[in-house]
């Protein structure tokens, strides 16, 4: 990568560190920020270095954040009486977004996974309990549909239902496009989950 | 995002601005960005500064670089009678990489698009008509074979044939895969450009 200089090699070298970016999107990609104005570029190296120097936890739902407590747990018009435990921050993000929720959360920071090592210990779980005190009626299990996130709910599940109501959000057909292309066990789940209508 | 706090928030919609990085992609990279360690993360953020302080282009052969001139035009071991002319500095890196060619280049910094209202005139074509002179014996033009990169070609060879020679190097069906995918403009380029074996 020499033939770039030294310091445009550097810049390469380092995107290329990134997941997902290989070789040539790096080199596109550091391409691009050299042609970039100087005062983007600037708020590009910046947002960098300050997001890794602010980021924390929040003390409360375990979170990704640069305030702890975090947004969400310190606003007053949010539900107390519910959590929504979540594998880590970007789900909740997800249901953030849609703006159906009103309860709060709590970050496990990842799902069991014996196959990674991944054990109940390394969860955020205590802080889970922690929180279960007298206000908290409802858990809302919504790890990821898949062997870690099943593992992870039925844990947690046998964990706290003598505690306070477990619930599992609903597996079912996506909306949106067609039976055909859905997965067996999805469609198995969702004929088991059927309702009245 | 605000779900994430102002700085991460801040991160991600930076991440988001560049080429190719969608939202969901600039939300994985900045997790990614908070979760390393501090050192690579100043590496990241400072490689992003200095190549951007740094850059400029070489005053031979027009390309990027953080050295003028860059290190080919300034090498000793290159051959100075021939010149290769790219249109951008990534062209030069990939004919750099089958280290099979030891001549000079010259980066145009673009291809005639009337379309997008490029004309000669935007292009480092001055710069290496200035670099015609005693030594340079052949000029192998190596456009994209695409129609901007083939109008570039034409005129450059109609500019430069009085002067120089003036090669281009060969459009055929590439090495590796199946005939029946190549399309029908390459296998007829391919089969015009026929050679003895």
């Known amino acids: 990568m020499n033939v770039y200089g030294n310091n445009i090699a550097r810049l390469i070298d380092e995107l290329n560190r990134l997941p997902g970016i290989g070789a040539k999107s790096a080199a596109r990609l550091a391409f691009h920020i050299i042609n970039m104005e100087e005062s983007r570029v600037q708020a590009l190296a910046m947002a960098i270095s300050q997001a890794k120097a602010t980021v924390r936890y929040c003390q409360e739902c375990c979170t990704i954040t640069d305030i702890s407590p975090c947004g969400i747990c310190s606003g007053t018009k949010r539900d107390n009486t519910t959590i929504m435990v979540v594998e880590d921050s970007r789900d909740l993000a997800a249901y953030e977004r849609i703006k159906e929720y009103r309860g709060l959360y709590h970050v496990l920071q990842g799902a069991i996974s014996p196959m990674a090592g991944i054990t109940p210990e390394h969860l955020r779980i205590k802080e889970l309990l922690a929180r279960l005190t007298g206000d908290v009626q409802e858990v809302i299990i919504a790890t990821n549909p898949n062997v870690e996130g099943e593992a992870t709910a039925i844990y947690l599940s046998r964990l706290l239902k003598d505690t306070v109501r477990v619930t599992r959000i609903a597996h079912g057909v996506p909306i ?19 309702r009245e209508i």
């Open 176 to 194: 949106g496009g067609d039976l055909e292309h859905v997965d067996d066990i999805t469609l198995a789940r969702a004929l088991e989950g059927r």
